[in-house]
């Protein structure tokens, strides 16, 4: 079966909303959007089917895209293992969203243009997956992170919201200036991009020998994944993005574009364990953003702004796994995720819909009995990624966590105790949601079918996503570390989890006034976690005005107004002044002209003679 | 023939075309401006047949023939102009005839 139907359909649905959606009414183009992810999802179910084992990777030739001298990149498709996880979640889980969306943002304007940019997101995380060598990847690396600013930007009327694009897009230039150059450094070490031959021949090297460029290469790798998987130090772009429509948060920044730097990890994983002090730097880089980032998780107030510190945590632990060598952890873990995480968001998204768009935890409250469906589905969710046993949150982060105690048993320490930091501010935002007294003004009503339903297909997988023994399929391309560790070992995760949920079952339903107690008690530090560390004040004073400054100054009033302004008026007043002196020649009288022919002439006559006649 | 050096047919001709420069630039009627042009034109035929004479070539005659073929088609379309001139302006000093000027 073809590959190539995968990425078009979506690809179709982009054209036919994008060029006559305007024209097009609303049924249609759901009728478009969601179907042409439906065939895609069946197309990958099919051809997965059809493909069989996948012992070894499937590739089909499309075409040669660029051909110069030696270096050849063609745009080829490949399906393996890892991919068909990815497939699967990205279509699967996309599906669902697109039906979500359908009635999220029914009353929202640009309804077409919302659903052409979410196909097209669709498209090139396809082609970012399907992907069979760098450059290809690269492709679609960049375009999802088109769709991100796009659809961040998507209420382009509002400053803060285009604000959010732009910094969702800059950031990510900064690591994908990182990752093109680990492209130029595998093409020099490697003289192709092919991943099956770069992987190959890294596979020969001897781990000693090659440390030195294979480190390069893998360190910077990391830095284009930090950019698109909004670790440490590049995060500050995802809490921001949270502007866009809910559905975006679920599918863009939470279930598919921001684990793509993991996929991307995972897929260099021949590389990355040729080169061991990259690895570690992934582990801690992994490992801080996630205690960092449940930190600043636990005092938020936006209900989209928790989850989204979340996200870039769970993240956090998914590069925890693949720095340690738990490869197929860390994709075991985008995938639960993608059904917790993408269920939170969309839950919220019906919170924030029954509410008429208050996202604000301190006017929530009390809305277990008026929005029930929401609220069964958000505390399945909830439980998963608190990580509670027989969860899919708890089959893929306790392999995490195992692998990370035979790593380095802190690692495993601090892992465990950004577990119970996890449980606690999840229930603390569902706790502040559904329990207590109602806080708000605004007549909560339950969602329409078309919204809870993929609400209900995402709360069963959070239940028993975890079953899907995702480390076993991939067991022939990543070895999985068996991590002999002790039952004890393996039961404090789910301690901490109930310990994170009971503290914040005290702390909010029991005694709410302790928050505020603890708040006003600890003053410095709840303010420095409050203000998310100020990260964003300090980059914006590093970084933000020095660049703009010098823009200003060197770049626009040097460079731009002086420089080429300067040049390009210059050669215009030089033209014009040259003219006025010929002007003069221009007499208008036929013998003056006559007297220049005459006198040309002799000059010319002069000149031979001069230089002999050509002879 | 043979007692005539070259050197005094090609002074001749360069006397010739020198003059029809001379007429060209300091006379004022177009008349005379137009004979000015023949004369030019008569002094670089007088060259190319002594050239063609001198090497044994005819090449020299065939350009004297077609010179005078488009002298005498620009003598028809000229004199055909003048006349018009003449017709509109009651002048045909060339510095009254400015109008394409400015």
């Known amino acids: ?615 | 023939m043979s007692g005539v050096p070259l050197n005094w047919y090609l002074i001749l001709s360069a006397i010739l075309f020198c003059l029809g420069i001379a007429g060209f630039l300091y006379r004022r009627n177009i008349i005379t401006i137009f004979m000015s042009i023949e004369l030019m034109l008569n002094g670089v035929n007088l060259s190319f047949v002594t050239f063609s004479y001198k090497f044994k070539q005819v090449d020299g005659h065939i350009f004297t023939f077609f010179v005078m073929v488009v002298a005498a088609a620009e003598a028809a379309v000229g004199l055909a102009i003048i006349l018009t001139v003449f017709k509109n302006r009651q002048t045909l000093q060339v510095d009254d005839i400015n109008s394409m000027k400015n």
Request: hydrophobic share 55%; proline share 4%.
């Open chain 1, 1 to 615: 079966m073809n590959l190539w139907p995968i990425p078009i359909f979506p690809l179709a649905g982009f054209l036919v909303n994008g060029l006559f959606g305007r024209r097009l009414p609303k049924a249609v183009i759901n009728t478009v959007a969601v179907g042409s992810v439906l065939l895609s999802f069946l197309w990958v179910v099919f051809a997965l089917r059809s493909l069989g084992g996948l012992e070894t990777a499937f590739t089909e030739h499309l075409f040669t895209w660029i051909q110069s001298g030696s270096l050849t990149v063609n745009v080829d498709f490949s399906v393996d293992r890892l991919t068909a996880v990815m497939l699967m979640i990205v279509t699967g889980v996309g599906l669902l969203i697109h039906i979500y969306a359908v009635g999220y943002m029914s009353h929202e304007g640009g309804y077409y243009r919302f659903f052409s940019y979410l196909n097209l997101f669709m498209f090139f995380m396809l082609v970012l997956v399907l992907a069979s060598n760098f450059v290809l990847l690269f492709v679609g690396w960049e375009g999802v992170g088109l769709c991100s600013y796009l659809l961040v930007g998507f209420y382009f009327t509002e400053q803060f919201a285009t604000n959010a694009g732009n910094k969702a897009f800059i950031v990510n230039r900064i690591g994908d200036f990182g990752f093109s150059l680990a492209i130029f450094l595998i093409w020099r070490q490697f003289h192709s991009f092919d991943f099956a031959q770069v992987f190959s021949a890294a596979k020969g090297l001897p781990v000693e020998t090659s440390s030195g460029i294979i480190t390069a290469i893998c360190l910077l790798l990391l830095v284009g994944a930090t950019g698109k998987s909004a670790q440490i130090p590049l995060y500050v772009w995802l809490p921001d993005a949270m502007a866009g429509p809910t559905p975006v948060s679920a599918l863009i920044h939470a279930a598919t574009m921001v684990t793509a730097g993991v996929y991307m990890t995972v897929r260099s994983a021949t590389l990355f364990l040729h080169a061991p002090v990259a690895m570690d730097v992934v582990a801690i880089i992994g490992l801080a953003t996630a205690f960092f980032a449940a930190s600043i998780g636990l005092v938020q107030n936006d209900i989209k702004k928790v989850f989204a510190y979340s996200t870039v945590s769970q993240l956090g632990y998914m590069f925890l796994g693949v720095g340690v060598g738990a490869f197929s952890a860390g994709i075991f873990h985008v995938m639960t995720h993608a059904f917790f995480k993408a269920l939170l968001f969309l839950g919220a998204g019906s919170v924030i819909h029954a509410l008429g768009g208050d996202q604000d935890l301190r006017n929530m409250g009390g809305l277990l009995k008026k929005i029930p469906i929401t609220a069964a589905t958000l505390f399945c969710a909830g439980v998963a990624i608190a990580g509670l046993p027989f969860t899919s949150g708890a089959a893929s982060k306790d392999l995490i966590l195992e692998a990370a105690y035979a790593h380095a048993p802190w690692m495993y320490w601090l892992g465990t105790i950004t577990a119970g930091m996890t449980a606690f501010y999840v229930f603390r935002a569902l706790f502040l949601c559904f329990l207590g007294d109602y806080r708000g003004h605004h007549h909560p009503h339950e969602s329409p079918a078309v919204m809870w339903a993929p609400l209900a297909v995402l709360a069963v997988l959070s239940l028993v996503g975890g079953f899907i023994n995702i480390p076993n399929w991939l067991e022939p391309m990543l070895p999985v570390h068996e991590a002999d560790v002790g039952s004890l070992i393996k039961l404090l995760p789910f301690a901490a989890g109930f310990l994170g949920i009971g503290l914040a079952y005290v702390f909010y339903v029991l005694s709410p006034s302790i928050p505020d107690k603890l708040a006003s008690s600890l003053g410095g530090l709840y303010r420095l976690v409050y203000n998310k560390y100020f990260v964003d004040e300090i980059y914006d004073a590093a970084v933000v005005k020095p660049v703009v400054q010098g823009s200003r100054t060197v770049l626009w009033k040097g460079v731009d107004a002086g420089l080429i302004d300067g040049s390009v008026n210059g050669v215009g007043a030089l033209a014009q002044g040259v003219g006025g002196i010929l002007r003069l020649l221009q007499s208008g009288s036929i013998r003056a002209y006559a007297a220049w022919v005459v006198f040309g002439s002799v000059i010319v006559l002069i000149a031979i003679g001069l230089v002999g006649g050509g002879r």
